[in-house]
């Protein structure tokens, strides 16, 4: 059985820091994506970053990119993704997905929810002003 399993979520200050993980188990990664999205109520699902298991490429959405670091740790099947001056804006609930391995890194591809086969339950980071 396939689950990624989100934690680290919580409540912090504006300007403060907050370092998710996922937990991947029930199959090898070896070819998949691992991608982090986030969505508040009433919006969209919306992109945050992504890491090739295989090899480390790496791709953040702007809104992120030189505040979050998507990182992982292959011993443990583990995805981190360490937050830092968080803004109000960051509030939402975060999910880390997989894409069971379809061997595409592009931007379009990687920014699309549906491309995404494997979702963990989410994990709520609240950032209070």
């Known amino acids: 059985q396939v689950q990624l399993v989100e934690s680290g979520g919580g409540l912090v200050q504006a300007g403060g820091s907050l370092r998710l993980s996922c937990a991947a188990s029930?199959?090898?990664?070896?070819?998949?994506?691992l991608g982090w999205f986030r969505q508040a109520p009433g919006k969209e699902r919306e992109f945050v970053a992504a890491?090739?298991?295989?090899?480390?490429?790496?791709y953040y959405s702007d809104s992120v990119k030189g505040r979050f670091t998507i990182s992982r740790d292959n011993a443990k099947n583990t995805v981190y993704l360490q937050m830092n001056s968080l803004k109000p804006e960051d509030t939402a609930v975060y999910y880390c997905?997989?894409?069971?391995?379809?061997?595409?890194?592009?931007?379009?591809?990687?920014?699309?929810?549906?491309?995404?086969?494997?979702w963990g339950q989410g994990t709520q980071v609240t950032v209070s002003s």
């Open positions: 997905a997989a894409d069971g391995g379809k061997f595409y890194f592009y931007s379009s591809y990687l920014k699309d929810p549906v491309q995404y086969i494997y």
């Open positions: 029930g199959r090898t990664f070896t070819n998949d994506v």
């Open positions: 890491i090739k298991w295989s090899g480390g490429s790496i």
